[in-house]
Antibody
Framework: EVQLVESGGGLVQPGRSLRLSCAAS????????MHWVRQAPGKGLEWVSG????????GYADSVKGRFTISRDNAKNSLYLQMNSLRAEDTALYYC???????????????WGQGTLVTVSS | EIVLTQSPGTLSLSPGERATLSCRAS???????LAWYQQKPGQAPRLLIY???SRATGIPDRFSGSGSGTDFTLTISRLEPEDFAVYYC?????????FGQGTKVEIK
């Protein structure tokens, strides 16, 4: 069974940093692109970032470009999101999601983890 | 970026009824690269449909997707109690991938 488990969320002050992790199991991790998608409280879904199987192709939403960095460690079956210069509008539930193929483009998301909550507030 | 507009915002129906959800794109979605997700309260989204009309693994056949270009539809042929949820469409044919704002299907 494919499983994605996020961790690392919490309460952080504006301007500070946080690193999210996603532990993957039940599939050959380095065969697939991986993504982060977020959902602000009571709101819809927003794609944040995606990374190809070998980290050779990476994409970011304009809203996080220059502040967030996605990475992966295939030896540890893990996905990461380094979030710097956090803002109140980054407050959301952050989901880790698996793409259908090795490349980032053309990705739907299946499955999704249960998410980790990031709250940016002073 | 492609903007997806879902309608209606809320659909009030009874179990057993047919649900028709719309997703309209601001530009043509290439290769019908459109997906649908279901999200229940406190749960992560679940993939229902990809490629506009292909059901994901384990999805009941009462769920069907159709459409092309800028107009797409998710149909639930007969609503079961567990189908009352929020549904999102997503286009993944153009970068960045984008989602619609969601349609809530509630019990009438």
């Amino acid at each position: 069974e494919v499983q994605l488990v996020e961790s690392g969320g919490g309460l952080v002050q504006p301007g500070r940093s946080l690193r999210l992790s996603c532990a993957a199991s039940g599939f050959t991790f380095d065969d697939y692109a991986m993504h982060w998608v977020r959902q602000a409280p009571g709101k819809g879904l927003e794609w944040v970032s995606g990374i190809s199987w070998n980290s050779g192709s990476i994409g970011y939403a304009d809203s996080v470009k220059g502040r967030f960095t996605i990475s992966r460690d295939n030896a540890k079956n893990s996905l990461y999101l380094q979030m710097n210069s956090l803002r109140a509008e980054d407050t959301a539930l952050y989901y880790c999601a698996k793409g259908p193929a090795a490349i980032v483009i053309g990705s739907w998301f299946d499955p999704w983890g249960q998410g980790t909550l990031v709250t940016v507030s002073s | 970026e492609i903007v997806l507009t879902q309608s209606p915002g809320t659909l009030s129906l009874s179990p057993g009824e047919r649900a028709t959800l719309s997703c309209r794109a601001s530009q043509s979605v290439s290769s019908s690269y459109l997906a649908w997700y279901q999200q229940k309260p406190g749960q992560a989204p679940r993939l229902l449909i990809y490629g506009a009309s292909s059901r994901a693994t384990g999805i009941p056949d009462r769920f069907s997707g159709s459409g092309s270009g800028t107009d797409f539809t998710l149909t639930i042929s007969r609503l079961e109690p567990e189908d009352f949820a929020v549904y999102y469409c997503q286009q993944y044919g153009s970068s960045p991938t984008t989602f619609g704002q969601g349609t809530k299907v509630e019990i009438k």
